[in-house]
Structures are given as C-alpha cells and as structure tokens.
C-alpha cells in the first residue's frame, strides 16, 4: 500500500504539468508565411494601422514579432509602397499604357480608408511567419494593456503541432514594433534579398532574373521560356512560337515589407508580325524561404491553345543530386547519360529538388484552386552536356477546360544554404501541400 501512496500525489503534480505543456510552442514548420485577412477578424477591422501590433511569448517572455499589413483599395487591388514614373517605362509602349502608369498615383492610398487616416479594412491582408509564433499565453499578453486582443492558435494538419500569436489593438501609446527585417527590395538596383538569398531582376526584361545567389554563391545560369500559340479560326489555325527575349513589360509599383515583398511588373509577349498578347499584371511575390515568380498565360479569342515550358537553368557544380517526389532513388547529375527530359516518364511529379553541398533549391508550380484540372502541368529535369548546367521546370498547357481570359500561374522556388536539408524539404513539401489551420480567439474588445 506504500508505492500507490506515492504515485498518487506525484500522478497530481504531474497533470497540471502536462496540461501547461500541451499549451507550449511546438510548431515545427519554419518558412510557412500566415497570411489573415479583414473579413476573418471583423474585430479588428476599422483600427488605425499604425496602432496594430503582433506578439508573441516564449517562456513567459512577450515580444513583438516581425509582421506587415498589405492594403487593398475598393477595386480589391494592392495599395502600393511605391509606383514606377511613366518615364522609366520602356519608349515602344503606347501613350495610353504611359497615361495608366500616372493613373496609378492613386494606389498609393487606399480609397475606402477615411482622409489622412490608414484603417484595417476587410480586404486588407496581416502577414508574418510560422515560425514566430509561441506559446499560449494570455495572461501575459493581457498584461499590455490592449484595447483589443486577438489570440491566433496556428495548427499544423500534419502533426497537430501548435502555435500561438496575438493581434493586437492600441487606442494609445502601443509598443513599439519589431525591428527584424526578414526580406529587402531594392528598386534602384532590381534586387530582393533575404536571409540566405539574393535574386536580382533584368533592368531590361522585368520578368526574367539576372542572378539568383544562395549563401552568397550564384546558382543560377539563365532563364529560359519556350511558348507556343495556336490562333484561328473553326479548322484555319496558325502557330506562333516565342521565347523569353520576347516577353516585355515594365514595373509598376511594390510594397516592400519585413516579411514578403510584392513587385508588379505589367507584361505582354511579342509573337511576330506586329501581333502581341494583351497587357497583364503579374505579381511576384518574395519571403524569407521562398519566392512566387508569375507565369502568364493569355488566352483570349482567337487563341485556342497555349503552352510554356519556364525553366531555370542552375550550375551543375554547386548541384550534386535531384530529388522528385514519386521517384524512389535521387538522380546524380553531372554524368550526363540521360539525353532529354529525364523525367518524362514522371508525368505527375509536383516538385523537384536540386540538392548540393550545404544548399537546395526546389521548385514547384502553384496552381490557382479555380484552375485545378484546367491546365496540364508536367515536370521538367535535363542534365545534358548541351545545356551547360541543370534545366529544371515545368511545362503548362491550356485544355479545352481553360476559360478564356489572361491567366497568372507562379512558379515557386523554395531555398536555403544554412538549414538541416532533409528538415527544409520537409517542410517545403508541407508547405506546398498542407496548408496550416488558423483558430481564433477574440480576448478584448
């Protein structure tokens, strides 16, 4: 009768314990960005943005994590950080796309937000990373004093790990934010750098990247786009073939955030003849980790089929092996015994790994949830002698279930030079496959 008479009492001590760990930070995805717009929080819609604030505890320990709120005007397009003046636009544009750029003075500000003022509206997004996410901790945070207190519960679908952040809302006299910088774009010198990463734009063809260096190296040796449009008419077609030297387009503005940068570029292509596609805004958006770069797809009448394989070509000597999900063994590049796409056979591969000394690259294509099964969307992996490096990609083509209309697609590229590689793909693929589940809260309004 001794032994239960002290496992008893210790088995009490315990429970609450375990309870208390069961609220503790434990997410382990670390390049996630969470994304939370006006219409999922309607509390905090209506307050100045200047007095928003996101936090964060640890042990005990509250502080302000990195985080941006990108606006949106009544038209539901971006409130820019900055637009591009009309004179750094290329001289064979027409006057009217000249008068358009001028015209977008007006996104500077959002239109819906009352006179000197920039208040959170439905449309406006909160951004910040996963990973700086704590533990529960409402006692703590209350202890700032907020008029309003949002608690944020992060869930990850795959392990049920848990964080938690809080939204914040001072009427007066709020903290002071963070002064962590994840990513910085530099318009004057095309470039977006971020922790590990450095992509600097083409001045001359705003779509196409001129470098790409991870842990200070460079890893990239070109871009290349290879399209091709079927035009006409009942059984009267014509074929036009282009490549990246034909697409055109100029900047049009970007907010420049601490944790993503969106940069606007308008494009068209040129398919010979005097005929080009029409205007499109494409939305590049960069994050610590990873990086949306857009693909255009115009397909308007007469067009009747499109098709692009947008590839990156990476310096096969910083590149050892490739990883594809759906193939058992990796691929050792460098010997190049396999002419052609090595992955032909690998129609259904969503993503593919370049994995080296120290670095990995991964890229994907992220298809919009309202074009699942209307475009084809096949992997890409040439390792020839023809190629000087590694050629990786995707091809995308139109079907009969496209809807007419211009069409933004983003390739994604996912990176790091410092990070555990088996860890990073790991919660690369989640974060292209599983997204994480938000829970809120509202403590004070």
Not at 74 to 86: E, R, T
Not at 95 to 124: H, R
Not at 250 to 270: A, D, W
Request: with cysteine.
């Amino acid at each position: 009768m001794v032994i239960p008479a002290i496992i008893f009492p210790i088995i009490l001590f315990l429970l609450p314990l375990a309870c208390l760990a069961g609220d503790s930070y434990s997410l382990t995805r670390s390049i996630d960005p969470i994304e939370i717009s006006g219409s999922e929080v309607p509390d905090m819609t209506g307050m100045e943005i200047s007095n928003l604030r996101v936090f964060m505890s640890r042990n005990g320990h509250v502080r302000p994590i990195p985080f941006q709120i990108d606006q949106k005007g009544s038209g539901n397009d971006w409130i820019w950080d900055a637009i591009y003046d009309s004179d750094k636009v290329d001289d064979s544009f027409y006057e009217e796309e000249l008068e358009q750029i001028v015209a977008q003075g007006n996104l500077t500000y959002d239109d819906q937000d009352p006179s000197g003022k920039s208040v959170f509206d439905n449309n406006d997004v909160v951004v910040f990373l996963a990973k700086d996410a704590g533990d529960k901790d409402r006692k703590s945070v209350m202890r700032l004093g907020a008029d309003k207190l949002l608690e944020l519960k992060i869930t990850d679908p795959v392990n049920q790990a848990k964080g938690w952040v809080y939204l914040a809302y001072f009427g007066s006299d709020a903290p002071a934010i963070s002064d962590i910088r994840y990513v910085q774009y530099e318009p004057e010198k095309s470039r977006v750098s971020g922790p590990e990463h450095e992509f600097l734009y083409s001045p001359e063809q705003t779509m196409i990247l001129d470098d790409f260096k991870l842990g200070g190296v460079s890893v990239l040796a070109g871009n290349r786009i290879r399209g091709e449009v079927t035009t006409g008419i009942g059984p009267i077609t014509l074929d036009f073939k282009f490549s990246e030297k034909d697409i055109r387009g100029y900047n049009s503005g970007y907010i420049n955030g601490p944790v993503r940068i969106v940069k606007r570029s308008v494009e068209y292509v040129g398919l010979g003849s005097g005929i080009t596609s029409p205007n499109v805004n494409c939305d590049h958006f960069h994050y610590p980790w990873h990086a949306e770069i857009p693909v255009l797809i115009s397909k308007r009448f007469p067009v009747q089929r499109v098709s692009i394989l947008a590839t990156s070509i990476f310096r096969e000597v910083k590149f050892s092996r490739a990883e594809v999900n759906g193939v058992e063994k990796p691929i050792f590049l460098g010997d190049h015994s396999i002419q052609g796409n090595i992955l032909k056979e690998n129609i259904e591969a969503e993503w593919i790994e370049l994995a080296g000394e120290g670095i990995s690259v991964i890229n994907s294509v992220k298809i919009p949830q309202h074009h699942k099964g209307h475009l084809d969307v096949t992997p890409y992996l040439i390792n020839a002698k023809q190629v000087s490096g590694v050629e990786v990609g995707f091809l995308i083509r139109t079907t009969d279930k496209t809807p007419d209309g211009d069409h933004v697609i983003h390739s994604v590229f996912l990176f790091t030079a410092k990070s555990n590689k088996e860890k990073f793909l790991e919660n690369a693929i989640e974060l292209l496959q599983k997204k994480l589940l938000i829970n809120m809260v509202m403590l004070v309004q």
